[in-house]
Every structure is written in structure tokens, then in C-alpha cells.
């Protein structure tokens, strides 16, 4: 089955713009989170959606914010982006059960000029 | 979510097995282990789960003592494919969903 698909791959905004990630997850998966990674903090939690709700939030400003749709495709936002935003913004979908696995896209390689 | 410590970094060689280990002092109750390794400009994959004991897949083994404090990955006969970032992560599956508390990880560089 089709994996994790972010779009776009890679990205170039100027400070100050917006900027829309998309995410779709594996088929069947309702669990949607995204992180972002940077050389000097790793990778950090950003949100997670489940169901089209937020379920969990991680310490990032207002300025980040997210949503998922119906059929579990989830988009995040950034606005009024700033140098510090460059980074690696990956998703990932889960499924349910004990033993879960988090299954990451490719990325989106966002950089702020 | 309980906080793990594994070594910044490890070298090896070509068809060595390799173990990295991961300390989680404070794991709790139902807290799961978890290693993925992630290479560059990629998203993490996931490599092992474990409760206790050990458990074994294709790629890994995982060791995890009785009092869950620690855990070891294992890798057998690694190649130079294998150099990555590895990363132990310890939480609820049930509870923390797909909120995952990643750690610095251990950058493992095969050599020749």
C-alpha cells in the first residue's frame, strides 16, 4: 500500500510569508502528527490530529497550527514565518492497537530567506 | 514520557554486529520501547518494539532487561546501508498516541 506523502518536497517562502504543508497518510490510518526537525533541536512534536481533532499539541507559537480533513489528510500552516521556521517538517500516520508504529513521510524541506 | 540517554555516536565496521544501548531510568508501567533509525533528509523508520525480555524481527533484536531500565538494540553484521541516526524512544502506545518524544539519538557511521 501507498506510503506517507508530503507535498511539496521542498520549499522556499520569505520571511514574514505563510506557508501550507500537506500531508496524506496511509490508507486507514486516522492518527496524523507532524514534527519538525532542525540540526540544533532534533526533531519536536508539533500536533497530532486524529479524527479531524487535535489531540495532543506540542510547545511551538500560535504560529503553527494544523488540520485534518475527513478523509484524514491533514494540512499545517505557518504565518508570519521567520528564519528559525527552516527546517525539515515531517508527518507521520499511525495506526491503532498495542504495538504501533509510526510510519514518517519523506518531508518537506522548508527554507526561510 | 520518560526520558532516554544513548551515546551520541559509534563507529564500526563492515560485518559487525553492533549494539547500541539506551537508558530509560523512569520508565513507567506501560511504557513501550521503541528504536527507529532515520537517515538523511528522510523521515524516521520504525525498527523494533519491545515490552520486556527480547524480541526479534529481520532487521533487529531488541534486549530489555528485567527491570525495563535499559534496553540494547541489536544489529547483526551491519553494511555501510546501516549508517544512520538511531533513536530509543520510551512511552503509552495507548496513551501518548502519535506523540513521539524523540531524543538525540546515536549517529552510527559504518566503515569499510
Known amino acids: 500500500k501507498a506510503g506517507v506523502t508530503q507535498t511539496p518536497r521542498y520549499l522556499i517562502k520569505t520571511r514574514g510569508q505563510q506557508v501550507t504543508l500537506s500531508c496524506s497518510p496511509i490508507s486507514g490510518h486516522r492518527s496524523v502528527s507532524w514534527y519538525q526537525q532542525t540540526p540544533g533541536q532534533g526533531l519536536q512534536f508539533l500536533f497530532e490530529?486524529?479524527?479531524?481533532?487535535?489531540?495532543n499539541k506540542g510547545n511551538f507559537p500560535g504560529r503553527f497550527s494544523g488540520r485534518q480533513f475527513s478523509n484524514s489528510r491533514s494540512e499545517m500552516n505557518v504565518s508570519t514565518l521567520e528564519l528559525g521556521d527552516s527546517a525539515l517538517y515531517l508527518c507521520?500516520?499511525?495506526?491503532?492497537?498495542?504495538?504501533?508504529?509510526?510510519?514518517f513521510g519523506q518531508g518537506t524541506r522548508l527554507t526561510v530567506v | 514520557l520518560a526520558k532516554t540517554t544513548q551515546p551520541i555516536s559509534m563507529d564500526s565496521y563492515e560485518g559487525q554486529e553492533v549494539n547500541i544501548t539506551c537508558s530509560h531510568n523512569?520508565?513507567?508501567?506501560?511504557?513501550?520501547i521503541t528504536w527507529y533509525q532515520q537517515f538523511p533528509s528522510q523521515g524516521p523508520r520504525f525498527i523494533i518494539q519491545g515490552y520486556k525480555t527480547k524480541v526479534t524481527n529481520e532487521v533487529a533484536s531488541l534486549f530489555i532487561p528485567a527491570d525495563r531500565k535499559s534496553s540494547t538494540l541489536s544489529l547483526p553484521r551491519v553494511s555501510l546501508s546501516d549508517t544512520a541516526v538511531y533513536y530509543c524512544?520510551?512511552?503509552?502506545?495507548?496513551?501518548?498516541?502519535?506523540?513521539?518524544?524523540f531524543g538525540g539519538g546515536t549517529r552510527l557511521m559504518v566503515k569499510p
Open positions: 490530529y486524529f479524527s479531524e481533532t487535535q489531540r
Open positions: 524512544l520510551v512511552g503509552d502506545p495507548n496513551n501518548a498516541g502519535n506523540m513521539l518524544t
Open positions: 523512569n520508565i513507567a508501567t506501560n511504557d513501550y
Open positions: 507521520a500516520s499511525m495506526s491503532e492497537g498495542v504495538f504501533t508504529e509510526a510510519f
